[in-house]
């Protein structure tokens, strides 16, 4: 077999090139990144005739002068790799802008395949359209597809076939005529670059480009040696064309191209009814209507969040059910040692603390994946913009936002959905300040402490708070590190089409999986890390015998049950000798019964005592424990950088514990309290002790603005670095939140606290 | 991490202002439809109109405004587009056909 082609797949934005994509390879894929980018990169293979080809899914373009990464990616690849072949999918409803990009591609010169996409959707609209004449027209082979069904898929293939049989095709290959004033000027330039030294290997693209001030054809002509000439030459001609046409030489390039669709047009597709039915604009004389667009959409999003978390909730029990159960077996199989709690505690329980999320993720997902196969998507941004315009964001950058108030994870992920990748930047970093759901059951401890009348008002107030922070940080990002690049908002609104249920199980499958990458790497060691703190040193020295005491509480309570013992046997003797002329035998008399209860009663009681006794020194030990472990010390070392907010070494080490998962601030306080780690919301002991600590109201609520604005996660940490591809933007997370965190708690503690206010 | 996004800004290239005064694509009402006369802005806008088939002497439709009255839906070449209107602002049309 020979060696595999590359086939690469171009073309506008939703014409189906992922469709067809996944029609020709299959299940035969690969999703990955572009290198330097993250921009997803599809890959896939299929065998035809016995010969391999190898097909790229490119993103969408709109033409090639590239302004965005993901187009620019598209056009290095058809220019600088040279693919074997090029398919270009063209949207058949909508042909008119979609042939735009063709007249680019058949220029560049390359065996070129043009799927007319969406026949169905063409037809519909009443187009006949001749495949045969508009081959010809534009040079190269047309076939007509329904993408969704796979129809045409097969003749596809054979023409990808054929065009590399057959050399001669490029005999048929076509130029793109201009208008004489245009084409004079192109002419002067290809002489100049057939001249020199090593010239490109189409003239003819390159001149056309250099007309259109291409800024990055330059860098196609590294090679070409006398790059003074043609610079002069370029700037003569584009002043000539401008001279004639009064506007710039590149508008003057693409009227002419229209133009040129346009001819073909004419000749080859006809249009049977008048004026077909636009059922798309009926939908949305509903979906974005003036008054009910806002509610329906409030209606979505509410949805979305309902079927994201409560449906969620099912499955997230099941998991958190099995992996305690997973990690109570193994405890209770294997015999105790480094490795087993390393395995058991350190990577078991930390990556299923994080697996739990794994339904809510994939069930956003596919929600996502249901509303931009439907169209909705584009509707929410055009709904939206006007709101998140004033961030300097696209409208669809509402969507992550308000997932991040049930979990940053997803939410961080779900960024996805916007094109560009500084508003994918943008909106990954001012994410993790809306509130997520782990946050809520500190906010209830804390402020149920020290806030019991006003607690739901406190909680209100933080998450308002988040949002302030996030259009706060907003604002600020786009006016300094990420500064004016927000692009003209140009927004294609697709047709309503029914989402394809393969498909939206394949796009939410693609989006998942990245997830569980992740889980099995950074998040991974994170929770090998976390585990090493709260395990080293292995002995710690204690300040009490706390065994002794277990011992000597146990004693007691043998001693004071072998005294109820007694006491209920003498009772029992006495009976029985008042029993003894009695004509039934004491153990059935009622004064017998009597004495059992209360014998069984006493019992019961000390048993509890007993209990709650020995967990009491249980805890006090836990709590002495931890804070002789690495990870009480760390506490204690950031002591002082938390001291002028108030805080202790204590809530040192509940904010660092919090950075693995924020819901276990909760635990950690019942573990330094001593009154144990159960993290429920109405743990009474550690609201108690939270009280009776040195914190004080004003504290409590610097507290808690602190822990709604650092870093929600380790989860999140590992999103955030997956979603901007790089450890500088994911450390400036961390860092900025970090940094505005203190900065509002300690603003909080000085001014309270010079005020007298809520000491 | 910051620079490579700041070599990509379209801020250095040039600005085409409006030469003609008087209907700007962001003046008509639902319904009308109009004639393009100049496309003004920065160049990346210019030619980000033109690639999505939005050129002079093209006829555009407005179909609506968003509920909160910003961005506008249009009509151009069979498609939906959807523009802000401080962009629309700087397309100067001609109104060919009221809205009755
Ligand atoms: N009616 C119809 N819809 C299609 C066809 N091909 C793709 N689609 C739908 O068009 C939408 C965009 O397709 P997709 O492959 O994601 O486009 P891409 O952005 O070019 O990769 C999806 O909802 C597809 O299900 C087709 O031939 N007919
Ligand atoms: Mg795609």
Redesign the pocket.
């Known amino acids: 077999m020979s060696r595999a082609l590359t086939v690469a797949v171009a073309?506008?934005?939703?014409?189906?090139?992922?469709?067809?994509?996944n029609a020709l390879t299959g299940t035969r894929q690969h999703v990955g990144n572009w290198p330097g980018v993250t921009v997803e990169r599809k890959e896939g293979r299929f065998v035809h005739n016995e010969q391999t080809y190898k097909v790229i899914?490119l993103p969408?373009t709109y033409s090639l002068s590239t302004y965005s990464v993901e187009e620019l990616v598209a056009r290095d690849f058809i220019v600088q790799d040279e693919p074997d072949i090029i398919v270009n999918?063209v949207d058949a409803s909508n042909l008119e802008r979609n042939l735009f990009l063709t007249t680019q591609l058949i220029e560049i010169g390359r065996p070129l395949v043009i799927v007319l996409?969406?026949?169905?959707?063409a037809r519909e609209k009443g187009l006949k359209i001749d495949t045969e004449t508009l081959g010809v027209l534009l040079g190269a082979p047309v076939v007509p597809?329904?993408?969704?069904?796979g129809e045409g898929i097969d003749v596809l293939k054979d023409k990808i076939h054929r065009i590399q049989a057959h050399t001669s095709q490029k005999a048929r290959h076509i130029d793109i005529q201009y208008h004489r004033d245009i084409e004079v000027q192109i002419e002067k330039i290809s002489a100049v670059l057939a001249q020199g030294e090593s010239p490109p290997v189409n003239v003819r693209w390159v001149a056309v480009k250099l007309l259109e001030k291409d800024d990055r054809i330059w860098e196609y002509l590294d090679g070409f040696a006398d790059k003074e000439k043609l610079r002069q030459t370029t700037t003569e001609a584009i002043e000539q064309i401008e001279k004639i046409y009064q506007d710039t030489s590149r508008a003057a390039i693409s009227h002419a191209r229209y133009g040129f669709v346009r001819g073909a047009m004419q000749e080859c597709v006809r249009s049977s009814t008048a004026e077909p039915i636009d059922y798309s604009r009926k939908i949305d004389k509903v979906l974005t209507h003036r008054v009910l667009g806002l509610p329906i959409f409030a209606l979505f999003m509410w949805l979305m969040f309902v079927l994201t978390f409560d449906l969620g909730a099912y499955p997230m029990d099941w998991i958190d059910a099995g992996i305690s159960w997973l990690v109570n077996t193994l405890h209770a199989l294997v015999p105790d040692s480094m490795l087993s709690s390393l395995v058991v505690d350190g990577m078991i329980g930390g990556v299923g603390a994080i697996a739990v999320f794994l339904p809510n993720i994939f069930i956003l997902f596919f929600v996502i994946a249901i509303l931009?196969?439907?169209?909705y998507m584009a509707r929410m941004a055009f709904i939206m913009d006007r709101v998140m315009h004033t961030l300097g964001l696209h409208g669809k950058a509402f969507i992550p936002l308000v997932m991040g108030f049930g979990c940053n994870v997803p939410a961080i992920m779900g960024t996805r959905i916007l094109e560009s990748r500084r508003d994918r930047i943008l909106t990954t970093l001012i994410n993790p300040f809306m509130s997520c759901s782990a946050r809520l059951p500190v906010y209830i401890l804390v402020a149920g402490a020290f806030f019991p009348e006003n607690a739901g008002t406190v909680i209100f107030a933080m998450y308002v708070l988040g949002v302030v922070a996030a259009i706060f940080s907003g604002k600020l990002f786009s006016k300094t590190v990420l500064r004016g690049m927000s692009k003209p908002f140009v927004l294609e609104l697709?047709p309503y089409?029914k989402?394809?249920l393969s498909?939206l199980l394949l796009h939410t499958w693609e989006r998942g999986q990245v997830f569980i990458r992740k889980m099995g790497t950074v998040i991974l060691v994170g929770s090998i890390i976390v585990w090493a703190l709260g395990y080293f040193p292995r002995e710690v020295e204690l300040s009490q015998n706390y065994e002794a005491q277990s011992a000597r509480i146990t004693q007691e309570w043998e001693a004071q049950e072998t005294e109820i013992e007694h006491a209920f046997d003498a009772s029992v003797a006495l009976g029985e000798e008042q029993y003894v002329s009695a004509m039934v035998p004491f153990e059935s008399s009622g004064h017998y019964k009597e004495l059992v209860t209360q014998r069984d009663s006493l019992k019961q009681q000390i048993a509890a005592n007993y209990q709650e006794a020995l967990q009491k020194v249980d805890f006090t030990r836990q709590a002495e424990t931890m804070s002789q472990k690495w990870i009480g010390r760390l506490g204690k070392l950031i002591e002082p950088l938390v001291a002028p907010l108030g805080f202790t070494w204590r809530e040192g080490v509940a904010l660092v514990t919090g950075f693995v998962a924020k819901e276990i601030v909760v635990s950690t306080y019942g573990v330094l309290f001593g009154v144990g780690s159960d993290a429920s919301e109405e743990n009474a002991g550690i609201l108690t002790s939270l009280r009776n600590s040195d914190m004080t109201p004003l504290i409590g609520l610097a507290f808690l603005v602190f822990v709604l604005l650092y870093t929600p996660c380790l989860a999140t940490m590992a999103a955030i670095r997956r979603e901007t591809g790089s450890w500088g933007w994911t450390t400036f997370s961390v860092v900025y939140s970090l940094l505005l965190a203190w900065l509002l708690a300690f603003g909080i503690y000085k001014i309270g606290s010079a005020l007298e206010w809520l000491t | 991490m910051f620079s490579r996004f700041r070599n990509r800004m379209g801020n250095s290239a040039p600005r085409h202002q409006l030469t003609r005064e008087g209907v700007r694509l962001c003046d008509l009402h639902p319904g009308e439809k109009a004639r393009v006369l100049e496309i003004g802005g920065s160049e990346q806008f210019r030619i980000r109109l033109m690639e999505m088939g939005l050129l002079t002497n093209d006829i555009v439709e407005v179909d609506k405004y968003a509920p909160l009255m910003d961005p506008m839906e249009l009509i151009v070449k069979g498609y939906h587009l959807s523009l802000r209107r401080m962009d629309a602002e700087k397309i100067a049309v001609e109104l060919i056909e009221r809205n009755e």
Do not use: L, W
């Open positions: 073309g506008n934005p939703n014409c189906g090139k992922t469709t067809i994509f899914d969408g999918v996409n969406m026949m169905d959707m597809i329904v993408g969704r069904t931009e196969d439907s169209g697709p089409q989402p394809k498909s």
